[in-house]
């Protein structure tokens, strides 16, 4: 597997892939009586594509990993760093958070004390950028997340309803122009009309800044929407049970998700998981 990207003719070198496991394995609590194995030889390699980027989307049942993924790829601990092998982002060993990613969580992660403008500048003011500076950027990205900067911009995050508080979330996240999105369940909490909402802006936010993207969810039907590639993953230890690419979504979630190839590589993708929980639930067993 390797960790390069072939650059079109003209170019001078390979392109370091977005995001390389190689062999990861981490154990947490190792040498006790309470050890864990919560992923063991993890390896995948997401490409770095130039002017578009792409979304990968982990599923999976609880426990299999998916989060202990993501925040390695952070940098976060305790699950940074690996118990062993190695995780690279843009061709550099991670050694901890850094700006080229941003991250996005499924709980409601605003400041309650600060505005919405506010929370969106927050990564700005910490780089030093002056205040008005920050503020017009921000108001900025508070329109293209879908929100009202005359409206919106001065109110609290408990007079926002959830989607709300969310569009704030990734608005705080991409005004730092991360090269790496990630986001753990993101939508997991809001109602089906919202969370169909909150797709289509991702993808064309995401189109917008060309990013490359780590989606995790538990919806197969979000999965295969949102995904350019679907790492299914399975438990008993974490592990990668297969990599399916897909084809990109060129309408939006509501529409996608009524075509007959979108019905049937959710069954597809549903069954498989079926065989997995199946597999972890016998004595020895392996998805």
């Known amino acids: 597997m390797s960790g390069t990207a072939v650059l079109p003719e003209g170019d001078s070198a390979p392109r370091p892939a977005a995001v390389e496991f190689s062999g990861v394995t981490k154990i947490y609590n190792e040498g006790t009586s309470r050890q864990s194995i919560a992923i063991e ?35 976060l601990e305790p699950q940074h760093p690996p118990t062993s ?8 060993r991670v050694s901890g958070p850094g700006a080229d990613r941003g991250m996005v969580f499924q709980d409601y992660t605003s400041f309650d004390n600060r505005t919405v403008l506010d929370n969106v500048t927050f990564g700005l003011e910490c780089r030093g950028v002056s205040r008005r ?4 950027e ?68 995401w189109r917008d800044v060309e990013a490359t993207v780590l ?22 230890p974490g592990r990668i049970a297969a990599e399916i690419r897909l084809p990109t979504a060129s309408a939006p979630a509501r529409q996608t998700q009524s075509e007959p190839w979108f019905h049937q590589r959710v069954s597809e993708l549903q069954e498989q998981l079926e065989r997995i929980e199946a597999a972890a639930q016998r004595p020895g067993g392996r998805g």
């Open 41 to 75: 030889n993890v390896s995948f390699v997401i490409p770095d594509l130039a002017d578009t980027g792409e979304i990968s989307t982990f599923l999976g049942p609880s426990g299999c990993g998916k989060s202990t993924v993501l925040r390695l790829v952070a940098g």
């Open 133 to 136: 500076s920050r503020e017009a």
């Open 138 to 205: 921000g108001r900025e990205w508070i329109a293209r997340v879908g929100l009202d900067p005359r409206r919106d911009a001065g109110k609290y995050p408990h007079e926002l309803s959830g989607g709300m508080r969310q569009r704030v979330a990734i608005a705080r996240t991409l005004v730092l122009r991360p090269r790496i999105i990630l986001m753990d369940e993101p939508f997991g909490a809001l109602d089906p009309a919202t969370r169909l909402d909150m797709q289509d802006l991702l993808i064309k936010l």
């Open 215 to 236: 989606f995790i969810t538990h919806s197969v039907e979000e999965a295969v929407y949102l995904g350019d590639r679907v790492f299914v993953m399975a438990t008993t």
């Open 85 to 92: 092998g190695t995780v690279r982002v843009l061709g550099r």
